[in-house]
């Protein structure tokens, strides 16, 4: 297992957040909503990682909100890079040994580490796509969410690509791109 942290989960975030601030047109659709409805969906899973962590095994999923839709595109990103300190914090004072609530099994911290980071890069990734915009996560921490959400996931390609490849959203030579897929979330 990979050991990931807050530390990693700050810098997906700080990496996304520098490339949404920069996004021209908020309202621009991707995939079934928009950039900010993408930048909401960020955040909320980073709030609910650490919530979820917290609370131990306690499956709180009937206690969701709603956005809030005069909160304007600027609060929606101080809100994803807000919830992902909160997020790191408490990854850092987490016991390895913890585990916390997904309904792909019941992560440690590196594994809600690793899931965060997931969401951050791949959504950042779907609004860069959308919008035909250059953006490119770091190789090392990609390669990082690979090795803990998708160990089965081939090497020697991309990670970024890769990544977008195990979360069915891109292509990989000579390999189908999945139907449908699951992050290794639990701890071994």
Do not use: K, N
């Amino acid at each position: 297992m990979t050991g990931m942290d807050g530390d990693d989960v700050r810098t997906a975030v700080e990496e996304a957040v520098g490339f949404l601030v920069r996004v021209p047109d908020p309202a621009a659709p991707v995939l079934d909503t928009d950039v900010a409805g993408v930048v909401w969906h960020i955040g909320t899973c980073l709030h609910w990682y650490g919530h979820d962590l917290v609370m131990g095994r306690v499956d709180l999923t009937a206690g969701r909100w709603e956005p809030d839709p005069d909160a304007g595109y600027g609060r929606l990103v101080t809100g994803l890079a807000s919830w992902g300190e909160v997020l790191a914090r408490v990854l850092d004072a987490a016991d390895p040994g913890e585990r916390g609530f997904h309904p792909w099994g019941a992560p440690d911290p590196a594994g809600f580490a690793a899931m965060a980071c997931a969401e951050v890069l791949v959504h950042t990734g779907d609004v860069a796509e959308a919008l035909e915009l250059p953006w490119a996560p770091p190789s090392d921490l990609v390669s990082a969410v690979l090795a803990r959400l998708f160990p089965g996931a081939p090497t020697g390609q991309d990670p970024a690509t890769t990544l977008r490849w195990a979360t069915g959203r891109a292509d990989l030579p000579g390999r189908p791109r999945p139907s449908s897929w699951s992050y290794a979330a639990a701890a071994g």
